[in-house]
């Protein structure tokens, strides 16, 4: 299961006025952790997974995937400021960073990837089943079964998001050269963080608080379907992801590794381009660890070159596969309560927030539905034995 740093405590740590310390920002991360590592253990985290309802849970990766989608074009559009978390100016044209270099990466990535794979390779069937008698880019084979074009199974085959990065790496290089002269190798030296009681309260307070409902839904309970969807051959359980959340923070934190979780967004991002089991995080993080031991923190030196328009690029099909999870809402109630959950979400910029909203809009309904009609029954039930009293 990929991983990414836990975002409100990012956001809080850079955005606002005064910037969290490395000792408040791990002890937000241990607070979140054994958060979650309760739940988990008592199994509270499986009871709220399967009492929430799917349309709110689509609503909360709907408005993911969609502010994933919204931030990306930003990067691809205009010059970023990180430090002061707003954009600037429109991004130029040309350019080792510019907006056409963004254009083609995005273009390249459509060409390969195209809209991404179907539901019938999601349910592990082979790549030729159900294909449709119109399908574009397929043909018949002697027995009559439609297979896809052979140009068009050399193109998947094309890791599309690994050829943008290598691109980035070099174009970074190429951005700032000295950057090799002044590399010193081997890793940095790991030691332990100490947190006061002063860390403790501010971590928890201002980070910790808005990081906790964003870790489970975001990272625990929309995972968790987003990977039913994906790999229904393969059960996930909202326990093992949140003890997994739990038990690596509480670990890495005390030697300042970054708060990080599972989230949907990663997930969605590494199967749009391609990953279809764990081997594929177990080579991304041996690639890491490869990376951190030969280069340590050198190594933000080359990746702060890196061309913000094809981060963008990334990002945002990341995000669009993630949205595209919702699409299996069929009824009008469930899609309602999905658009409205999102909409909360978006406007309020936060999951939580949409997600409470959800659930109640959610609840009306419901009774509107079946509980209207139970007291309409009961109240002629009532009338019925009035009616038969006075007769008698």
Known sequence: MPVQPMKAIAAVAISEGKHLTIAEIMAAGICTAGTL??????????????????????????SQ?????????????????FAKNKSGDARPWLGLDGLLLAL?????????????????QRNGESPEASIPSNAVGTRKDASGVRKPLRNLRILNAIPSALVV???????AILRK?????????????????????????TGFVRAAIPQIPLSILNSVIAVC???????????????????????????????????ICHGAGGLAGQYKFGARSGASVAFLGTAKLVLGLILGSQLVKILSQFPI???????????????????????????????MCTAVSLTGSSAALGFGFGIVLYVILRFRAKGFSDCVNIFRALLSIGKFSEET
């Open 104 to 120: 083609i990466c995005l273009c390249f990535v459509v060409l390969v990837n195209g809209s991404g794979d179907d539901s019938r």
């Open 177 to 201: 050269p000295d950057v090799l002269r002044h590399l010193k190798l081997g890793p940095s030296k790991p030691q332990l963080i100490r947190i006061s009681r002063h860390d403790w309260k």
């Open 37 to 62: 590592l309760g739940l988990g253990v008592t199994g509270l985290m499986g009871i709220m997974y399967r009492l929430i309802p799917l349309p709110v849970i689509r609503g909360v990766q709907l």
């Open 165 to 171: 990065l290598v691109l980035g790496i070099v174009l």
């Open 225 to 259: 379907r987003l990977s039913t969807d994906l790999f229904p051959n393969k059960e996930v359980t909202a326990t093992s992801v949140s003890l997994s959340v739990g038990i690596m923070n509480l670990v890495g934190c005390w030697f300042g590794a970054m708060p």
């Open 65 to 81: 995937g969609l502010a994933f989608a919204f931030t990306a074009v930003k990067y691809i559009r205009k010059n970023q400021e």
């Open 309 to 339: 328009g094809m981060l963008g690029v990334l990002l945002l099909f990341s995000g669009i596969e993630l949205a595209m999870a919702c699409r299996d809402m069929k009824s009008k109630v469930d899609s309602f309560v999905m658009l």
